[in-house]
C-alpha cells in the first residue's frame, strides 16, 4: 500500500513539473497567465441558481403599444427542468430545457420594479435547475429594448460599484439590488443625489431579506452643469447580492449633441473581485460610431487608450468617449468597462443604444453557449476577441470560423472579428482563452431598437500577483528595416517604463516618446544597405524587470543578402557566417636597410680593376608599389584570418664608400682633390611574399591584424655598380665603364632563397555593398635574420595599402 502511494505521489509530481515547465517554456501559454496569478475560485456565468430583476423600463406616450414584454431565454448544454418563481407575484412556473436549446419564458409585466428606495419584497426573479444553466433576461417595449446576462449565485459578490448612464431629461439612471440570504445589511453611496433625497457620496443604509429588491433611480437636476448619473455608486453588503445598472431609456450619447433615439439600458454587474485591467472593444457591425466608458475603483488608476495616456481616475470616477475603430484599454489598477451602441439618428439609421458590459483578457474562457435573447426582425451579432494566434481554432457550433473575418487590434496580440449569427442557441469555442459579447439590432416592425450583453466570462477571484515577468519583445523584418514591438501587457504587467540604448552601430533608431506604462510601443529601425549593425536595448518596466534585446545586422553568405538575427541578452559579438571574402588591393612599400658588411657571396674585393680598400654598407632607405591577392574568412565572433599573395620588389640603395682616399688633379688647374670611390647596390629581383595574419575588429569598420610572412628570392638579381663619390665631377670614361659592367656581378650568389618575417597594423573596413568592400591597411613588417647567409642585411617596412574584397 505505501509502495502504491508512493507511485501516485511520483506521478502527481511529474505531471504538475511538466505542465509548469510547459507554461514557462511555451510563450503562448502565457496568454493563459496562469504563472501571474494565484487564482482562488475560478467560475463562468453558468449555474443553478440565480437571483434577478427587471429595472423600470421607460414608456412613453407616443408608443404605438404600451405592452411591456418581460422574458427569459434560458439554454443549457444537458436536459433539465428549470423553476422560476417570484413571490410577490404568486407566479411560479417549471420548464423542461431541452440540451442545446432555448426556452423562452414570458414573466409578468408586474415584475418591472417601479419605485426608488423602497424596499419589494419577493420581487426578483428566483430561477433554480437541475443542471447548470445560462439565463438571459428581456426587458422590452416597443423601440426600448436592452438584456442582460443573469449571473448565477454562485458568482456573486459583495462589493460592487455601478455602471450606468447620465440622464436625458426626463429619463433616469437607475440600479437595483437583490438579496439572497436573509438580514443582508447593504451600505449604499450613491454618486448623485437620489430620487428620494439621498445626497451624493453620503452613504445609508438598508437590510434586505431573502428575495427583496431596491432600486434607486436618480434625481432629476435640469441644471447645464450638473450631469445626473449613479455611475460610479458604491454598494457593499454583509451577504451576497446581486447589483443591476441601467438607465430608463437612455439617449447615447450623453454629451452635446445629444441624438435624440432613446433605448432601455441594462446588465447585471459583476462583483469587484472580477474586474479586469486590460479590455478591447470592437466595432459594432452595420454602426459607424460607438461610445464607450471606464470606470475606476481606486484612486490614481491610470488609464491607456491603445498606446497614449488618458489620464487618471479616482475611485468611482469614469471616462466617456467615442470612437470608430477597435480599440485597447488598459490600467494599471482594476477597472470596469461598458460599451453602448448610440442612438440611430447619429446618421447610421439603424439600431438604438444598448449597453454592454466587456469582459476583461484575464476573464477569457475557451468555451460559451449563449442565446440570442429577441425573437422578430433582428439581426444578431456577436464580437470575438480572441489571441491572434488561435484564430484558427475557433469553432462556431462545431464549424470552423472563417478567419478572413478578424482583423489585427493595433500592435496587440490579439484579433477581432463579429459574426452573425440566426435566433436560437449557439456554442462556440476555442483551444485559448477569448472574449465574446452578444448584440442585435431591429429592422422591420422592430426598427429602430437594439440590445447587447455581455456574452459571459470566468468570474475569477484572485489575490494580484506581483509583476515578475521583463517586457516582450516582437520583431517584424523587411530589407534593411524592422518594426520592433515592446509589449508589457499580460494580466500583472505594469507596462513599459524606460527603452535605453546600450550600444548602437550602423542603426538609425529613435526612441519615441510614449508614456511610462505603456502596454505596447512601436520602433522603427534602418540600415544603410550592406552596412553590418549593432544594437543592444535595455528594457524595463514600472517593475523594474530588466530586458536586454541586441539585434544583429549582417550578411548571410548563403543568399548574399543582410539579415537581422534577434537574440536575447546581451550578445558581445553579431555571429552571422559571412563565407570567404577574396580581395585585390595594391600596396606601397617603405623599406628600411640597416645593413653591415663590405662583401658577400660573389661580391668581394677582387673585382675591382684596381685593388682597394673595400668599405661596408650601411642603412638606406627606398620605396616601391607591389599587387597582389587576399583572403579572409571569420573564425570566431570578431576574430579572422586573413591569408595574403603579393609580389614585389625590396627597394633602395645600398652605397659603400671605400675606406681608401687618394688623390686627384684637375689637368686643366693642377688643382688636387681627394679621391673616393665607393660601389652601390639595388636588389632587383622580384619577389613573391606569402603573408598569414589574424584580424581582430573593434567594431563592424576597424580592426587590428598581426601576422607572419615568407618572402622568396626566386630571382636573386642586383644592380651591382661602382661610383666616383668625390669630386663629383669626375665621372668614369666609357671604357671604365664597359669594364665595370662587366666584372661586376648581375646576381648576388648569397642572398637567401627565403626570409621570413611578421607584421602588424591596423585597418579600416567599408562595405559599399552587401558583396563588396573596401578596404585600408597601414602594417609595419620586421624581417627575421639577415637577407644574406654571410653578412649582416636586415630590412623592415612600412606599407600602405587599398584594395577591394568580394564576398563568395
Partial sequence: MKKNRLEILIFIFFVAASNLFAQVDDIDSILYEANNRYKLNEMNPEGKEFWLCFMQNYKSENNRTNTLLLELFITSEFDTDVQIEIK?????????????????????????????????????????????ISVYGLNRRHQTTDTYLGLPTKVLGKVYRVMSYTMSSPLLPEFAIVATEDNTNVEINPSVITQGGRPANTPFFVTLNKGDVYQVVGKQDFRTNIKVDLTGTFISASKPISVFGGHQCAYVPSPPPVITACNHLVEQIPPLTSWGR??????????????????????????????????YLNAGKWFEDTSSTDIQLKADKPILVAQYSQGFKNGDSIGDPCMILISPTQQFLNKYRFATPVNGDWNHFITVVIPTNA????????????????RKIGITRYSIGSIQVPYGTHSIDAEMPFGMYSYGFGYGADAFDAYGTMGGQSFIEYEPANDTLAPMVETFTKTDEMKMIIRDDREDDTGINDVDIMENLG?????????????????????????????VLKITDLALNTKYQSICYQSNPKTGLFEYKINDGIVEECNIDEGWMIGLFAKTNFFFHDADFAESGNMNSSIPIIPRELGKFKQATGSGLSIGLSATHQLWKRLYASGKLNFESINGILQAP?????????????ELFPFQEGRNLTLTGLNTVLDVQIEYYFNSLIYSFAGLNSTFHFSKAIDYS???????????????????????PEKLTSLNSVNFGSELGLGFYYPIRYNLSAYFEMGYNIYFGSLINDGDWNISRLSLLFGFKYRI
Fill in 507 to 535: 542603426f538609425d533608431v529613435k526612441i519615441p516618446k510614449f508614456s511610462k506604462g505603456v502596454p505596447q510601443l512601436e520602433m522603427n529601425l534602418k540600415n544603410m544597405p550592406g552596412v553590418p549593425g549593432k544594437l
Fill in 391 to 406: 484564430i484558427n481554432s475557433m469553432r462556431l457550433n462545431n464549424n470552423r470560423v472563417n478567419k478572413k473575418i478578424f
Fill in 88 to 132: 410577490a407575484l404568486n407566479f411560479r412556473k417549471t420548464e423542461r430545457v431541452q440540451a442545446k436549446t432555448v426556452v423562452n419564458v414570458k414573466l409578468p409585466y408586474l415584475a418591472e420594479v417601479k419605485s426608488s428606495e423602497v424596499i419589494e419584497p419577493g420581487m426578483s426573479v428566483h430561477i433554480t435547475a437541475e443542471q447548470p
Fill in 278 to 311: 486590460h479590455f478591447f472593444v470592437g466595432k459594432l457591425e452595420k454602426r459607424s460610431t460607438y461610445s464607450w466608458r471606464v470606470l475606476a475603483n481606486s484612486d490614481s488608476t491610470r488609464l491607456f487608450l491603445n498606446q497614449k495616456f488618458l489620464g
Fill in 722 to 744: 661602382s661610383e666616383i663619390l668625390t669630386p663629383n665631377f669626375v665621372e668614369y670614361s666609357k671604357a671604365e665603364k664597359a669594364i665595370i659592367e662587366a666584372r661586376y
Fill in 658 to 670: 671605400d675606406i681608401t682616399v687618394s688623390s686627384y688633379r684637375n689637368p686643366e688647374t693642377g
